[in-house]
């Protein structure tokens, strides 16, 4: 411990699902933890859900920074061994125009990325997506590997899957440019679910959210889904592993339908959650209100879209075992009823 005790990490994003949770393990190794957000404000709010699972004390510190302006940043990496760059925009619903997205996800990411070079970090591990790995893939007989690049030129792609691609993309050139390929490592999970620690949910997390609220029926939309405990897990042991330099690793459980989502949750939650869909939506109606809904219309590419990938890689040379993912799927679920609870907090 007292090895970890005297190192301190960045991460970028702390306000988010993921950047939580990453303050949350690294906080319980011993190390001292820096963490970006916009805004101050956020702050207490952050605090709250860390603590409500490790004692920060005074190990934990805030930064203002922004990805889309360079001010904030010097301070932000200065006297950090690593950095875990987890911060990346994911709106919703995906823009009009493909730069609203790339544009900030790429100059964001180099941003990070030359600034904690610059200040002699040892290790900086950007969290990807596996839209990197098989976005542009419709199906594939076998498992992808690191190996697979998404098509970024692919006009058929959304903006969120050229975003992350090029995103990494950029960084790999970077690195290599400056001669310090060893000093990057990308984590590329899959759908990422889990426990709850504030109000802040990703996108993911509406794949959970709607089925508890009750949305008309299923479409055939799947995913290969990821706790976010592992994630967090993944990025630390990247981030300490001399192996893991220059690398890439696919992080994902199991494939699920939205279908066997729900049923996991009307299984295992029963009364708790009595909103989940039990039916199915027809390919031809998602389709149809894709025309007037445009969070709708984002996911009308992906229907029946089924893309498996590997997490050998970090299995056999990090170590890295996820937890089953029923296990996610219920976790996540409950922290967002105990959320909603007039008892909570």
């Not at 610059?118 to 076998?142: C, E, F, K, L, N």
């Not at 990308?186 to 949910?201: F, Q, R």
């Not at 027809?282 to 894709?290: E, N």
Request: proline share 6%.
């Amino acid at each position: 411990m007292a090895a970890e005790e005297a190192k301190t990490v960045l991460v970028t994003g702390g306000s988010g699902f993921v950047g939580g949770w990453c303050l949350v393990d690294l906080l319980r190794r011993g190390y001292r933890v820096r963490t970006t957000v916009r805004d101050l404000s956020r702050e207490p709010e952050v605090r709250v859900g860390v603590e409500g699972q490790v004692s920060a004390d005074d190990r934990l510190e805030f930064i203002a920074a922004d990805l889309g302006a360079d001010e904030g940043w010097g301070a932000a990496v200065k006297g950090c061994d690593y950095v875990l760059h987890v911060a990346s925009p994911f709106p919703a619903v995906q823009p009009k125009d493909p730069d609203e997205l790339i544009v900030p996800a790429r100059e964001g990411t180099l941003r990070v990325l030359r600034a904690a070079l610059d200040a002699g970090a040892s290790r900086v591990v950007i969290t990807s997506s596996v839209a990197a790995v098989g976005g542009s893939t419709s199906h594939s007989s076998v498992p992808l590997t690191e190996q697979s690049w998404t098509d970024a030129d692919n006009p058929k792609l959304t903006p969120y899957t050229r975003s992350k691609t090029i995103a990494e993309r950029a960084a790999w050139d970077l690195v290599k440019e400056r001669g310090e390929i060893e000093k990057l490592a990308a984590v590329n999970p899959g759908a990422i679910l889990g426990p709850v620690l504030s109000d802040a949910h990703s996108f993911s997390l509406e794949l959970i959210g709607r089925l508890l609220k009750g949305i008309p029926g299923t479409p055939r939309l799947g995913y290969s889904i990821v706790d976010v405990r592992d994630v967090a897990d993944l990025q630390i042991r990247v981030m300490t592993a001399p192996e893991a330099g220059g690398e890439r690793f696919i992080a994902v459980g199991e494939f699920k339908w939205m279908a066997e989502v729900a049923e996991v949750l009307r299984r295992r939650l029963g009364e708790a959650a009595p909103k989940v869909p039990k039916r199915a939506v027809p390919d031809f109606v998602v389709r149809a209100m894709g025309l007037f809904d445009p969070s709708v219309r984002s996911i009308v590419g992906q229907l029946g879209r089924r893309v498996e990938m590997s997490s050998e890689k970090a299995r056999d040379r990090l170590g890295w075992e996820p937890r089953a993912t029923e296990e996610t799927i219920v976790d996540c679920a409950q922290s967002m009823l105990d959320a909603r609870s007039p008892d909570a907090g």
